[in-house]
């Protein structure tokens, strides 16, 4: 079945630790998009890149960094300048505008 | 600029009845309409769009949304609520090149 993988379910950062959250797409989608989600807050949008080795920012792209090499792939780090990391992220893909967008089942970071 | 409001938090209703989840918009022109819904731990499951054509549109899981250009309103519905419907339920509306999301109303149906 097509769908997008986010890995991994759960993740713990250190104090002044970057981490990397995957995201991987079997759909053949051309864009990609990370959001973040707060309790209360719906979802906000960190980057999105609509074609390879393309990207922009979003609403809150502060403190996070992503790349796109590969059009399958589309890995965000939450760097040590982000200093409010706890969230659900979740990762998105669709094709044409008007299209959905569909969803992987998320990353919960936390802080230890 | 593109906006959504879903001005109800929560949302309870009785197993059986009719359910409403209320989202208005703002946009410049066209209006590209999304909902979405979420169980824990999960990402959103498209449920339906309405991109042009009739007011009603009709979506997965029974779920359908009316659209009203002359109120701004794409409310979501339900003739008849199961428990299992007990959710997050995300109003999206897409821009340029992504959408913007309401805050989200949490529709719980009591048995």
């Known amino acids: 079945d097509g769908g997008i993988t986010q890995s991994p379910k759960y993740l713990f950062r250190k104090e002044g630790q970057n981490v990397t959250l995957s995201c991987e797409q079997n759909?053949?989608?051309?864009?990609m998009y990370w959001y973040r989600q707060d309790p209360g807050q719906g979802l906000r949008l960190i980057y999105y890149s609509q074609i390879v080795n393309d990207f922009q920012k979003g609403d809150i792209a502060e403190g996070y960094s992503v790349s796109r090499e590969k059009k399958e792939s589309f890995p965000l780090t939450v760097t040590s300048a982000q200093k409010n990391p706890t969230a659900f992220y979740l990762c998105a893909s669709t094709n044409p505008r008007a299209e959905p967008q569909h969803f992987g089942d998320g990353t919960r970071l936390s802080i230890l | 600029a593109q906006s959504v409001a879903q001005p109800e938090d929560q949302v309870n209703v009785a197993e059986g009845n009719p359910l409403t989840v209320k989202c208005t918009y703002s946009v410049s022109g066209n209006p590209y309409l999304f909902w979405y819904v979420q169980y824990p731990n999960r990402g959103l499951q498209f449920l339906l769009k309405?991109?042009?054509?009739?007011?009603l549109v009709k979506g997965s899981y029974g779920f359908e949304a009316e659209f009203n250009k002359s109120q701004t309103s794409f409310h979501l519905k339900k003739p008849s609520a199961l428990v299992s419907d007990s959710a997050l339920y995300f109003c999206?509306?897409?821009?340029?090149?992504?959408?913007?999301f309401g805050t989200g109303t949490r529709l719980t149906v009591i048995p």
């Open positions: 999206a509306v897409g821009g340029a090149n992504n959408l913007f």
């Open positions: 309405y991109i042009t054509g009739d007011n």
């Open positions: 759909l053949n989608h051309d864009a």
